[in-house]
């Protein structure tokens, strides 16, 4: 099955500093989706971005299909920015279940 | 927009009985939803798969009998954990879309259940 792998698997910054997180993935696919997962367990949808770059607020993400990446950039971090970030990909050949990476744990030291 | 609840968001139960979790979408139908396990520290691992109204589609090495699922309606999908044992402790979190699995769909995840077994 399609390998997804996440970069750095640990990450910690200062309140204010910007961060690129990375998903390498090993096949094509359909669909992509940056998620922030909280302290709480509750996974939070950040982007659904199968190709090209979409931005919100502090957070863009960029994803290069035909290379097999995407980046999840956070600029100014905030103390809440803190917690798991997971990249999950689907391949239409896996009847569109989605694989998960396993994760960059960020923590934003005030 | 899109929303998905999970009830209960914990559960301590002993050794032998089993375990209700529920999954609703509160504001879109879901033609798909999915179910996940979590171990601390690690990623989602897939369960199961099911469309409303078929059975539901389970990953190599998830026992069906053990983890009944029944995608009811469009809006609510269950997990059952039947004679539960203190290995099946897990926080266990669905996610909903819209479309068929197998298509281009955005998932919505719940909030979790942690599940205790004594």
């Known amino acids: 099955g399609i390998q997804v792998e996440q970069s750095p698997p640990d990450l910690i910054l200062q309140e204010g500093a910007n961060s690129t997180l990375r998903c390498n993935f090993s096949?094509?696919?359909?669909?992509l989706q940056w998620f922030h997962q909280n302290p709480w367990g509750q996974l939070i949808n950040l982007f659904y971005?199968?190709?090209g770059t979409k931005q919100n607020g502090r957070l863009s993400a960029t994803t290069v299909a035909t290379e097999r990446y995407s980046l999840l950039y956070i600029s100014s971090s905030q103390t809440t920015d803190s917690g798991v970030y997971f990249c999950?990909?689907?391949?239409?050949?896996?009847?569109?279940?989605?694989?998960f990476g396993d994760g960059t744990t960020l923590t934003v030291k005030p | 927009g899109a929303v998905v609840s999970q009830h209960p968001s914990w559960v301590i139960c002993k050794s032998g009985t089993s375990v209700k979790i529920e999954c609703r979408s509160l504001d879109f139908q879901a033609t798909t939803m999915f179910w996940y396990r979590q171990f601390p520290k690690q990623s989602l691992m897939l369960m199961a798969t099911?469309?409303?109204?078929?059975?539901?589609?389970?990953e190599q090495g998830v026992e069906k009998d053990k983890f009944l699922i029944n995608h009811a309606s469009l809006t609510l999908s269950t997990l059952t954990v039947t004679s539960a044992h203190p290995e099946d402790s897990s926080f266990y979190i669905c996610?909903?879309?819209?479309?068929?699995?197998?298509?281009?769909?955005?998932?919505?995840f719940g909030p979790g259940t942690r599940l205790t077994v004594l």
């Open positions: 971005i199968p190709s």
């Open positions: 099911s469309n409303e109204g078929s059975k539901a589609t389970y």
């Open positions: 999950a990909v689907d391949v239409y050949t896996n009847a569109g279940k989605s694989t």
């Open positions: 096949d094509s696919v359909n669909n």
């Open positions: 996610s909903a879309s819209r479309g068929l699995a197998g298509y281009y769909n955005e998932q919505f």
